[in-house]
């Protein structure tokens, strides 16, 4: 069935420096596609999303950038903060239909 | 936005017995959503429960063994029943609403219970 995975199960970065967490997706007819933050003991809290039809979407220090060619979403996290340590899942969602499909989930762990 | 609890927010429980998971939401909300995300996991849908009808499961999901209810709008229970060691996971709900910057509606979660089966 059609699926969200994503390249690394887990990223460590240091402090001050940027990251990139990476996301693959199988399901081409989805129309949105977004980004969570779980912290530990929380459940997701939205970041930051985008929609098909772009490529580029940018909030605070944050960036998410999507390659349909290949079928690629990544979220970059600027100027890396303690408090970003935690796990980052990419999900995707199709207009119409309300569920999300998440995927894997990374850990990022942020190095003082 | 949304705000949502849930209760318990973490139990130990003895297989074969049941346990009854508490969602509120502070908004009247058509949609509620139940996830589990077993340790270490990502979310997987268990069902979407609408107020009135009854839930709705994802493949690998029975009402037997997960029965939701969907009293009102602000409200809804799963209960994972006869519960064995695998069922440990975190048990999460979750409702539609708009995020701030978001495009599109999307769901909030509560911050989910944490249920470990000896």
């Known amino acids: 069935g059609e699926s969200v995975g994503l390249h690394l199960p887990t990223l460590s970065v240091q402090e001050g420096d940027n990251s990139i967490i990476n996301c693959a997706y199988s399901?081409?007819?989805?129309?949105?596609f977004i980004w969570y933050k779980q912290e530990s003991g929380k459940g997701p809290q939205f970041i930051i999303d985008?929609?098909?039809?772009?490529d580029k979407r940018q909030g605070q220090r944050v960036t998410v950038l999507l390659n349909k060619t290949v079928k690629h979403l990544s979220l970059q996290i600027a100027a890396t903060q303690p408090g970003d340590s935690a796990v980052y899942f990419c999900?995707?969602?199709?207009?119409?239909?309300?569920?999300?499909?998440f995927g894997t989930g990374t850990r990022l762990t942020i190095i003082p | 936005s949304a705000v949502i609890s849930q209760k318990p927010s973490r139990d130990i429980c003895q297989r074969g017995t049941s346990l009854t998971i508490q969602c509120q939401v502070d908004s009247q909300v058509t949609m509620m959503f139940w996830y589990r995300q077993q340790p270490g996991q990502s979310l997987t849908l268990i069902a979407t429960a609408n107020q009135g009808s009854e839930a709705t499961y994802e493949s690998g999901f029975v009402i037997d063994k997960f029965p939701i209810s969907r009293p009102n709008l602000t409200f809804s229970t799963l209960t994972v029943s006869n519960m064995s060691p695998e069922d440990s996971s975190i048990y999460l709900c979750s409702v539609e609403g708009q995020w701030t910057g978001a495009s599109t509606d999307t769901q909030y979660f509560g911050p989910g219970t944490r249920l470990t089966v000896l």
């Open positions: 985008i929609r098909s039809n772009m």
């Open positions: 999900a995707e969602k199709k207009l119409g239909n309300e569920k999300l499909t």
């Open positions: 399901n081409s007819a989805s129309d949105y």
